[in-house]
């Protein structure tokens, strides 16, 4: 799904992918990466003066996950010894 929002006067495609948490995390570790860190950001507080009840709903269904990735290195091979099936 892709919304256009305004920032600074102009406008922006903003695209978000609603998908269960468990098959996010399985794509990443498919693509070869941990997560090092996960968020979840909360609203500004400056929200809940212009627009509570959007503060609130923020607060109980948050729009953003924040996920902080590290290619995962595969463990380097022993000096002197071949992969199985690896030619000599």
């Not at 006067?9 to 903003?14: A, D, K, N, Q, S």
């Not at 978000?16 to 995390?25: A, D, Q």
């Not at 996920?67 to 590290?70: A, E, S």
């Given at each position: 799904?892709t919304e256009?929002?305004?920032r600074g006067?102009?406008?922006?495609?903003?695209t978000?992918?609603?998908?269960?948490?468990?098959?996010?995390?399985r794509?990443?570790?498919?693509?070869?990466f941990?997560i090092?860190?996960?968020?979840?950001?909360?609203?500004?507080?400056?929200?809940?003066?212009?627009?509570a009840?959007?503060?609130?709903?923020?607060?109980?269904?948050?729009?953003?996950?924040l996920?902080?990735?590290?290619k995962?290195?595969?463990?380097?091979?022993?000096?002197?010894?071949l992969r199985?099936?690896?030619?000599?």
């Open positions: 799904m256009e929002w305004s006067g102009g406008l922006f495609p903003v978000f992918w609603r998908r269960p948490l468990r098959e996010m995390t794509a990443i570790a498919r693509a070869g941990v090092e860190q996960l968020d979840e950001p909360e609203p500004l507080a400056e929200l809940q003066e212009v627009d009840a959007s503060y609130e709903e923020l607060c109980r269904f948050p729009f953003f996950l996920f902080r990735l590290r995962q290195v595969p463990p380097a091979e022993p000096r002197g010894q199985p099936g690896a030619a000599r």
